[in-house]
T-cell receptor, first 114, second 115 residues
Framework: DVKVTQSSRYLVKRTGEKVFLECVQD?????MFWYRQDPGLGLRLIYF???????EKGDIPEGYSVSREKKERFSLILESASTNQTSMYLC?????????????FGPGTRLTVT | GENVEQHPSTLSVQEGDSAVIKCTYS??????FPWYKQELGKGPQLIID?????GEKKDQRIAVTLNKTAKHFSLHITETQPEDSAVYFC??????????????FGAGTQVVVTP
């Protein structure tokens, strides 16, 4: 059974802290994605990666960075957390198919920044 | 870039009735249109998808239709059941050179099926 796991289901951090969200997939997928989910706004792409050490900005990259040192692992970093980064964060992976393919999602991390 | 609009934002239906969710997209080059279902506390999961060379696709009680000319696609759920209650997202993918299979999602529809 395919699986995408995220390091935490719930996380509470203070303003200004550096926050790491980790995602691991076991499907040998080339593509990995980080989304942010907010009510009424759907899923917005923060960053994605199509290969190890490769990364591309999504629609809302400001305030975030990513790291992909191994194919199965994709980390989202909030360099200095702010209250407006309180949200649900979803990781996904997919095969490398420019014509589009199913993305497999993790269960999400609900981050609260106080 | 691609822009996807989804309506309605909430949908209440009686058990056994049909539910329809509609999405429009802006990029005429988009050619892959998946639908995801997100249950409470879980990540979205693909329930059905359609490619631009097909006008309709069915899988048991769910179906998706695509109108390329009008640039809209719809999800149809027949004989709704309480377990269909969830948030549904439509998405579109454009094969532009820098897309790498990215999906642009709609805002989501909260479907509530009442017994």
């Amino acid at each position: 059974d395919v699986k995408v796991t995220q390091s935490s289901r719930y996380l509470v951090k203070r303003t200004g802290e550096k926050v790491f969200l980790e995602c691991v997939q076991d499907m040998d997928h080339e593509n990995m994605f980080w989304y942010r989910q907010d009510p009424g706004l759907g899923l917005r792409l923060i960053y994605f990666s199509y290969d190890v050490k490769m990364k591309e900005k999504g629609d809302i990259p400001e305030g975030y960075s990513v790291s992909r040192e191994k194919k199965e692992r994709f980390s989202l970093i909030l360099e200095s957390a702010s209250t407006n980064q309180t949200s649900m964060y979803l990781c996904a992976s997919s095969p490398l198919d420019p014509t589009g393919d199913e993305q497999y999602f993790g269960p999400g991390t609900r981050l609260t920044v106080t | 870039g691609e822009n996807v609009e989804q309506h309605p934002s909430t949908l209440s239906v009686q058990e056994g009735d049909s539910a329809v969710i509609k999405c429009t997209y802006s990029d005429s080059a988009s050619n892959y249109f998946p639908w995801y279902k997100q249950e409470l506390g879980k990540g979205p999961q693909l329930i059905i998808d359609i490619r631009s060379n097909v006008g309709e696709k069915k899988d048991q009680r769910i179906a998706v239709t695509l109108n390329k000319t009008a640039k809209h696609f719809s999800l149809h759920i027949t004989e709704t059941q309480p377990e269909d209650s969830a948030v549904y997202f439509c998405a579109a993918s454009s094969p532009s050179t820098d897309s790498w299979g990215k999906l642009q999602f709609g805002a989501g529809t909260q479907v509530v099926v009442t017994p």
